[in-house]
């Protein structure tokens, strides 16, 4: 599975891994300033992973990153029908995979 974040969140999930709670100042991957859930979003394939990539509303530019370790059926969906892990997943589960992915330039369209 995979987890998409702003970059600057990469030394808080280096220290405490993926934890809504340690959500700072940069905006969620949809642009939101709070956790939408108590949880981390996943996505389940590289194709998703990218999606999310592309919707990057955080204003610059994100990570991508290896979540090991989490039973799908531990999922819950979303009201907007994303699937998060409704609990804290530790650092040494996680593996960066794409740094400092630049936001796609929408007019480039």
């Known amino acids: 599975m995979f987890h998409?974040?702003?970059?600057?969140?990469?030394?808080?999930?280096l220290e405490h891994g993926l934890d809504w709670r340690r959500m700072g100042t940069a905006?969620?991957?949809a642009g939101s300033p709070a956790p939408e859930q108590e949880?981390?979003?996943?996505?389940?394939?590289?194709?998703?992973?990218?999606?999310?990539?592309?919707?990057?509303?955080?204003g610059?530019?994100?990570?991508?990153?290896?979540?090991?370790?989490?039973?799908?059926?531990?999922?819950?969906t979303s009201g907007e029908g994303y699937d998060y892990f409704p609990g804290v997943i530790p650092a040494d589960r996680l593996r960066l995979v794409r740094a400092d992915v630049p936001p796609v330039d929408d007019r480039a369209f």
Do not use: H, K, Q, Y
């Open 60 to 76: 610059g530019p994100v990570d991508v990153w290896v979540v090991e370790g989490v039973d799908p059926a531990d999922l819950v």
């Open 39 to 58: 949880g981390c979003f996943l996505a389940p394939d590289e194709w998703t992973a990218d999606w999310f990539v592309d919707m990057n509303n955080t």
């Open 27 to 29: 905006p969620g991957i």
């Open 4 to 13: 998409v974040t702003s970059s600057s969140n990469r030394a808080s999930i």
